[in-house]
Every structure is written in C-alpha cells, then in structure tokens.
C-alpha cells in the first residue's frame, strides 16, 4: 500500500474519514419499499442496524426499552449513573445546567460514586420484564470486577467497550483480562471494542467474540486526538476491519464476526458510508442524544469525558428538534441528515440497486473529499 513521506524518517499510510468518501449510484435502481435493513447477531434479530451508545446522554432504562420497541439495539452503560444512583434524574439534570467551565470536575465528582451491584440487578431486570432484547457495556476494566452479577442478571448480550482494547494487554501491576478465556468460558454473546486496525480486529476475532466495534477516540464528545495525538479515520478504519472479518471467516472455516461502526456516525450519510465500507451496524451516541427524549436534555458525554486522571471527552450541547422515533425513521424536518436517518439509508441502497445491508458492503466507493460546496 503507498506511503506518504511525513518527513526523512518518517512514512505515513494515507486514511480517510467518511466526509473523504462518497457512495456511487450503480446502474440498477429499486423501490425503497423493497429494501431490507435488518441484521441479526447470534440469535437476535434487530430490525433496523443500530445500536445505541452504552452512555448516560443515550441510553436510560426507559430509553433503552423505547429503542428496543423500535427495532434498535440499545446497550446500557453499566458503570453510568444509573448503576451508581436510585434516581439519578437529579444528577442528570445537573450536568446538563453546568457551566461548561466547571462542566468536567463537577462530573469527575458526581461519578466517583461507587458502582452498586444491586443496581446492575434492578436495571437490567427492567429491561427484560419490558421484552426487549437486554444488553450491557462494561469497560475492560471493570468486566472482571462486575461481570458475574450482569450474567446472573439475565443478559442477552455483553459488550466490553472502551477507547481501544487488545487481545493482548499488558500490565504490570494487575493481571489483566484473558480475552479468549473469558469469552470461552461466558454462556452469552460478546461484543468488543474498540479496535481500529486490521491486526487488531483479526486478534479480537480470535478470541471469539461475536462482534467488533470499530472505532477510536473518533465521536462528537471525545477529544482523544488532542489528549492523546490518537485518532483513527474511520472510513478506513471500517474497511480495514471488513478486511479482517473476510480473512479471519476463511481462517476460522465460517465464522461470521460482526462488524459495528462505532464513532464518527453523526448523520445519515454517515451511517450509508459506514455499511458501504463494510459495517454490518453503527452504533449512535451524539445522532440519538440529540433527540428531545434522551436522558442528557440536550447534552451529550461519554465516560472518557469525567475520567478521574486524565479526561478525553467533553460535555457537548446538541440541543434537540426530534423525539428518537423521528431521528430513527422521520419524517425528517431539515435537510441535515439528523432525522430519518433509517429512510436514508433505505433510499441510499435502493438508488444504488441493493436490497439488504450485506449486498450494501459492495457498492462502489470514491473518494471524493467535503469542500462544502
């Protein structure tokens, strides 16, 4: 693959984002009526290809069931405020009329609450008692702290999520979680992420997991490139991944891994160019927290934004015209890919002549960078 010379000592690969990519029309058209969006991950079978962000902004348990009646997958976060406070509409309320200079202290300190295991109980328990699919994210670090009490609880599907993770983490101080072993050893479906490069994926795939996120430091709330210097264009980052699914089926003798967009998906065009280069499904953190029915009233932050040393995220105002069912399937009031964003990728595979969210993976692509105009 070419490389560009950063300087003498020092070559880059060139990545790209989804505004440097644009989808092509193909010769055959169909009508969007006819256009299948669902996907199916193990046993479960989601009508439309998103999943909500496992954050505070997105998904409460009244939202995450909402979103589940509504075809989507919604992932709880289980070390948010609501595994840390009985209530925590007060807590909410308070983070969203923060000044945005006190903004990140005063939540480091909210959410040094500690985490209470009966709460993961009660949580999760009321989203099955409401029949929707149930499915809860824990940080890499807390899996091995927290994950007996979220499998007794009954969950469908677990998410181990954070900026990056690695099949093989090293430490010093702690030994650290056995990937393979665990998932081997764990009765449900796991979902793992984020994982940015085809190395990365391909060792995630391994170690049996039934998803990938693909994605880093790359959402609306996270300021991971300035904190860190990291970044990874996820047009790129998608079809690298893609690339790792295709390999690793052959390797594996059939298995099939999905592959989840997990950041910079903002619009709707952004989700089309997600599945175009090879995402199965998006998952939504800043698009859904927009909508006038989210938990953060017009804000939205990720758990990287009150780390306790060293903050990556930010609490940003998105404000809200759209309840969630309008984000998701309209009818769209402004031209700006925030509503409807499911009927636009409908409208996007039919005019492009493809009929389900697989077919979509092999559309043309160029690239075609955003110049505003």
């Not at 953060?296 to 009150?306: I, R």
Request: charged share 20%.
């Amino acid at each position: 693959m070419t490389e560009i010379e950063i300087g003498r000592g020092k070559r880059g690969r060139r990545a790209y984002s989804f505004d440097d990519i644009a989808v092509v029309p193909s010769r055959r058209t169909r009508d969007p009526e006819e256009v299948s969006v669902s996907w199916q991950i193990d046993a479960y079978h989601f009508d439309i290809p998103v999943m909500a962000a496992p954050m505070d902004s997105v998904v409460s348990p009244e939202t995450a069931i909402a979103l589940g009646k509504l075809g989507a997958l919604p992932v709880l976060d289980l070390e948010g405020l609501w595994t840390r406070y009985d209530d925590p509409t007060q807590q909410l309320a308070e983070i969203a009329a923060l000044d945005d200079g006190a903004a990140t202290a005063r939540m480091q300190e909210i959410y040094a609450e500690p985490i209470k295991p009966e709460l993961i109980t009660e949580r999760l328990r009321q989203l099955r008692e409401a029949g929707v699919t149930v499915a809860g994210a824990l940080s890499p670090q807390r899996t091995q702290q927290h994950w007996k009490t979220v499998v007794e609880a009954g969950v469908d599907l677990f998410v181990i999520r954070g900026t990056t993770v690695s099949a093989e983490h090293v430490s010093g101080r702690a030994e650290p979680l056995n990937l393979k072993r665990f998932i081997y050893e764990l009765d449900v479906p796991v979902i793992v992420g984020g994982a940015a490069t085809y190395t990365a994926a391909l060792h995630l795939m391994r170690t049996g997991a039934a998803g990938v996120l693909v994605g880093f430091g790359g959402g609306a709330a996270h300021t991971t490139r300035t904190a860190l210097g990291i970044h990874a264009p996820m047009a790129s980052a998608v079809a690298d991944v893609a690339a790792a699914r295709r390999d690793y089926l052959d390797e594996s003798g059939g298995r099939y891994v999905h592959v989840i967009a997990d950041g910079g998906v903002g619009t709707s065009g952004d989700i089309v160019k997600a599945v175009a280069c090879g995402a199965d499904a998006v998952m939504l953190g800043a698009a859904l927290a927009r909508a006038t029915d989210a938990p953060g009233g017009g804000y939205h932050w990720g758990p990287e934004a009150h780390h306790q040393q060293l903050p990556r995220g930010e609490r940003i105002a998105l404000g809200g015209q759209a309840s969630l069912e309008e984000v998701l399937f309209g009818p769209g009031r402004q031209a700006d890919g925030a509503t409807n964003v499911i009927g636009a990728l409908k409208r996007a595979m039919a005019t492009t002549g493809y009929s389900d969210v697989k077919e979509f993976q092999r559309v043309e692509v160029v690239v075609s960078p955003y110049l505003g105009n």
